[in-house]
């Protein structure tokens, strides 16, 4: 009966199976489609409507989107909710089972550095700088700082809570934080990875620091992108 069941189950969805018992294999059944794994990625740091994750993933269509939040969905890795009011809007937002997929997206991440090929330049997103800042910090460096670091890029706000134990990052309002890291992906990209200095970013309105300046020069130190493979 339970093999009659997958063999009348549709084509699209038999074609997209391994039918292979192996752990890796059935992960790609999961989310192995084109734009799974990006669509996971811009959840990892909460829940965003649908408009939010077409302007991160400015490559992937209404309709492509769309089917893949329906199949992930479908598989337990997110759910849809509507916010309180006044708001009301419909969010989609990661299952707890689908945030353990954060490891996946840092390992293949950290993996996909070390490719000759990676090209920096091209767009990034929030949530892929801030996942790339918990992906590739050391935490060997941070000692006994205890901080609280704000990021605002236009109406999408975060702050992370550094730590030597971990630099946990949650959508939040970061008023209070710190310091706070103001502008666009690639100016925090430039200041952490490229030892672009503040002013310069400033002058090129691509960053602007406010707080603790010390914290800030000593927060960019932190990370350190892994030698390229050849």
């Not at 089917?67 to 759910?79: A, F, I, Y």
């Not at 809007?89 to 997929?101: C, F, K, P």
């Not at 609280?148 to 008023?175: C, K, M, Q």
């Not at 890291?181 to 503040?198: H, K, L, R, S, T």
Request: with cysteine.
């Amino acid at each position: 009966m339970k093999s009659g069941n997958i063999t009348n189950g549709s084509k699209t969805a038999a074609k997209r199976r391994y039918d292979d018992a192996c752990g890796l294999a059935h992960a790609l059944d999961l989310i192995g489609e084109r734009w799974a794994l990006m669509v996971l990625r811009e959840l990892m740091l909460g829940p965003k409507r649908f408009s939010e994750l077409r302007s991160d993933l400015p490559g992937i269509s209404a309709n492509v989107l769309t089917q893949r939040l329906e199949e992930l969905e479908q598989r337990g890795l997110l759910v849809r909710r509507k916010l309180p009011p006044p708001s009301g809007a419909q969010v989609y937002e990661l299952t707890t089972w689908g945030y353990e997929a954060e490891p996946i997206v840092q390992t293949l991440g950290r993996w996909a550095a070390r490719s000759p090929a990676h090209d920096t330049s091209l767009q990034i997103s929030p949530v892929s700088i801030l996942l790339s800042l918990r992906t590739m910090i050391d935490l060997a460096k941070v000692g006994d700082l205890d901080a609280r670091i704000g990021f605002r890029f236009g109406d999408e706000t975060y702050v992370g809570h550094l730590t030597a134990d971990a630099l946990d990052i949650v959508r939040s309002d970061p008023a209070t934080a710190d310091v706070i890291f103001e502008g666009i992906p690639q100016g925090i990209a430039a200041a952490v990875y490229g030892d672009v200095p503040f002013e310069a970013l400033a002058a090129q309105n691509m960053l602007r620091v406010t707080g603790d300046l010390t914290l800030a020069k000593r927060f960019t130190t932190l990370f350190e992108l892994p030698p390229k493979a050849f």
